[in-house]
């Protein structure tokens, strides 16, 4: 099949590498508005590139199309490859409006086309690792899953600003939120408070501590602070990594259960696992070290499992595996602690 990428300059790239990877995929182009993200993309991934979504419609001609343009920007292209009866995955957010999100997805469904949003750490090695433990027992049943994140991007002026991502669970958390409902199912409600900003260049909540609660006392909980990159760089210092321990940095998700916890550490890409008191003696024991690529495999931003798995698919005339009307409910749940966060952090229920 013949693959085009819509936005090329950061995740389409990645998009693309991951396209020529497919073995069902026989050609890939590009697409970008930017001149010099083309020159530059096209020539290092050896891919031909077009200036427009008509002109790459016109000369290329696309079975399926991904669209990693700016969130406010998915829906006029999603749109397009709809109108071309183009099988579409999108980045995540779906688009930066919760009401547009809904007529795509409604859209999709009305003209039976397949249609994905990019929730790929659902195709990752930590998914299995986690989904393994909980088969042997080691966690017992899952009660809790949490993200600490002290990090963050220098991002450009503008690349944090509402009008470009629709909010911090839009442009970020919305990957927490799929991964909660996943493990979950469906959340009752969600609480969202932010502490005043300090990036001066972000226009959105630069931090957020969230809580989703589900049925049964199960909980997703977010502690995450962008800020952290500034108080380490004094200033937002462009050549620096842009994440990682070496940026001074941490990020660690742990899947709690009642035997036991799963302490992910994004740096080292290993799961700790832990017991608690399961035996006589009360005691927590170390249990051990996963190495997740040596046992498990994709790291959480590795996009060739999710984009083979879409390709494999729609050439097989199936429906996707996780279809963008699921993903429409992280959105609902991103939106809902979107408005949690403006309310000054008042629950929102379903
Ligand atoms: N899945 C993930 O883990 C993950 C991580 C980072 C970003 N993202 C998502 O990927 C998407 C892209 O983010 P990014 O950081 O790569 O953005 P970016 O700004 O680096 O790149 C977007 C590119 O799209 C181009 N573009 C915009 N409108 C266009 C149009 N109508 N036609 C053709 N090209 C157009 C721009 O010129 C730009 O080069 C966003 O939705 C973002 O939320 C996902």
């Not at 590009?30 to 031909?48: I, T």
């Not at 017991?275 to 931003?301: P, S």
């Amino acid at each position: 099949m013949r693959v085009a990428v819509v936005g090329i300059r950061g995740m389409g790239k990645g998009h693309l590498r991951a396209a020529k990877r497919c073995s069902v995929v026989r050609e890939v182009a590009g697409c970008d508005l930017n001149p010099e993200v083309r020159a530059k993309v096209g020539a290092e991934l050896d891919v031909s590139t077009f200036a427009s979504v008509d002109e790459l419609f016109a000369s290329f001609k696309p079975d399926a199309l991904v669209v990693a343009t700016a969130p406010n920007r998915h829906a006029e292209v999603i749109r397009a490859g709809f109108d071309r009866g183009l099988p579409v995955l999108t980045e995540k957010p779906i688009c930066d409006r919760i009401e547009a999100a809904r007529g795509l997805v409604e859209e999709a469904g009305r003209r039976n086309l397949p249609f994905q949003c990019c929730f790929q750490v659902r195709y990752s090695g930590l998914i299995r690792a986690v989904r393994s433990l909980l088969e042997s027992g080691d966690l017992g049943t899952l009660t809790r899953i949490g993200l600490t994140q002290y990090s963050g991007s220098h991002a450009a002026p503008g690349y944090m600003s509402r009008e470009r991502t629709g909010g911090i669970f839009y442009e970020k958390l919305c990957h927490q939120v799929d991964l909660f409902r996943l493990f979950f199912g469906e959340p009752e409600r969600a609480l969202a408070v932010a502490a005043p900003n300090a990036l001066a260049h972000y226009g959105i909540e630069d931090n957020v501590t969230a809580v989703f609660a589900f049925p049964g006392g199960r909980q997703g909980v977010i502690a995450f602070d962008t800020r952290r990159a500034a108080q380490v760089d004094g200033v937002q210092t462009p050549g620096r990594d842009f994440e990682g321990r070496e940026a001074g940095h941490f990020y660690e998700l742990c899947f709690t259960g009642d035997r036991g916890t799963a302490v992910y550490d994004a740096w080292s890409g290993t799961v700790d696992v832990m017991r608690f008191n399961h035996r006589g003696d009360l005691k927590t024991e170390f249990v051990r070290r996963i190495d997740l690529t040596k046992e498990f495999g994709a790291d959480m931003y590795d996009l060739l499992a999710q984009d083979g798995d879409f390709y494999a698919h729609v050439s097989e005339g199936r429906t996707p595996r996780y279809p963008a009307s699921d993903a429409l409910k992280s959105m609902e749940w991103s939106e809902r602690a979107e408005r949690s966060l403006a309310s000054g952090g008042a629950w929102v229920n379903a």
